[in-house]
């Protein structure tokens, strides 16, 4: 039987943080066994707002090395850069003729980027869906591993596709994003302000890369209170925060025991003690990044292997993205 396919990128703009890798990476490592899985740096999308490439190649090269230090196996899935396949490119232009402004300019992240860099309202950023849809189109994918702040970027992936087929005929599947269980995942910053990303507050995001003393430290700075009024409350977003983090990492009996001591807790009579669950999960924290960060360290510094990875994760995108051109062309009439 011919497996699913699963497409999924990560901009190259910064150090990879534990948002990336519970909504998006654990995923990937989860999926390479059973689906057709094709996974990328995604280098076009990161000049839509980082024009200065100083750093880009050293970025690139640490999401390769860290995606696989995360456990993906670059013989078992297309492990790739974006540039590398010029097809996308191509299929891009195709999807913007297909949409529109306004919709473009109703996009939540576009208007975030807007007011992040007025002095850049490039046109690469207005389309930034669409060179999105064209990269999960182009391995004609239909589960797409991402977080909740992918969403939109999904649903219109998916009305590009179904404008194309209603257009030329039915030849591309619909993608849809997707997380084991039922709901995307969104790790908040430990500050309580928002996601955690890769450009916001450095303090309250623990990346991959971070030293064991960093990790420890801003975990224990992340923000907590005074504990539950009454027994059995509803978490505040920070506190469920933490408890989601401490479900990743530490054991079922840990997170049980924080959990009773929460649900037990009232104004008066405060059983969860919000440092110790701290101090529990910056060590448990410490023992899952650990290996992860001198994995990758080790494969960034060998640079014959990223590059020997890099072109044969390119050779295995360019297969399917150019028999998906093929079929596109067709369909639009563009075979002479
Ligand atoms: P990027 O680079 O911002 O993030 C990569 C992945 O990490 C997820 N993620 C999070 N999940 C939960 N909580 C968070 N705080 C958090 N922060 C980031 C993102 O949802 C994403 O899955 N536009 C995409 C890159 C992209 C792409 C694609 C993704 C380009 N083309 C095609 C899927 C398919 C982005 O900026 O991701």
């Not at 280098?43 to 995360?70: F, G, M, Q, Y």
Request: proline fraction near 4%.
């Amino acid at each position: 039987m011919q497996k699913e396919v699963v497409v999924s990128g990560i901009r190259p703009t910064g150090f990879l943080h534990l948002g990336n890798y519970f909504g998006a990476m654990r995923n990937y490592v989860r999926m390479q066994n059973d689906y057709d899985c094709y996974f990328f740096v995604a280098n076009w999308h990161s000049l839509t707002t980082h024009p200065d490439t100083k750093e880009l190649k050293n970025s690139v090269h640490r999401v390769i090395a860290e995606n696989i230090a995360c456990g993906l196996d670059p013989e078992k899935v297309a492990l790739y850069v974006q540039s590398d396949v010029p097809e996308i490119a191509e299929l891009y232009l195709y999807l913007n003729m297909l949409s529109y402004k306004g919709e473009l300019e109703k996009t939540a992240t576009f208007k975030d980027k807007v007011r992040l860099q007025p002095e850049n309202v490039n046109a690469g950023l207005l389309t930034y869906p669409v060179l999105m849809a064209a990269d999960v189109i182009i391995q004609r994918a239909v589960k797409v591993p991402v977080g909740k702040d992918q969403e939109q970027h999904l649903e219109m992936a998916r009305n590009f596709a179904e404008r194309f087929n209603h257009r030329y005929g039915e030849v591309l599947p619909l993608p849809y994003a997707f997380n084991y269980g039922d709901e995307l995942i969104k790790i908040m910053s430990l500050d309580g302000n928002g996601k955690m990303s890769k450009s916001e507050n450095q303090l309250a995001t623990i990346f991959l890369a971070d030293d064991n003393d960093s990790i420890r430290k801003k975990i224990m700075k992340a923000k907590t209170d005074g504990g539950p009024a009454e027994p059995n409350s509803t978490k505040p977003d920070y506190i469920q925060n933490l408890f989601t983090l401490m479900k990743q990492v530490s054991t079922t009996d840990t997170l049980q025991k924080f959990e009773a001591d929460f649900n037990a807790s009232s104004t008066g009579n405060c059983i969860i003690r919000y440092g110790d669950m701290k101090k529990q999960l910056a060590e448990d924290m410490v023992q899952f990044i650990d290996p992860i960060r001198e994995k990758a360290a080790d494969i960034q510094n060998n640079q014959e292997l990223l590059h020997k990875l890099i072109k044969m994760g390119a050779e295995k995108a360019r297969m399917r993205a150019s028999e998906t051109l093929k079929i596109v062309r067709e369909a639009i009439g563009l075979n002479y």
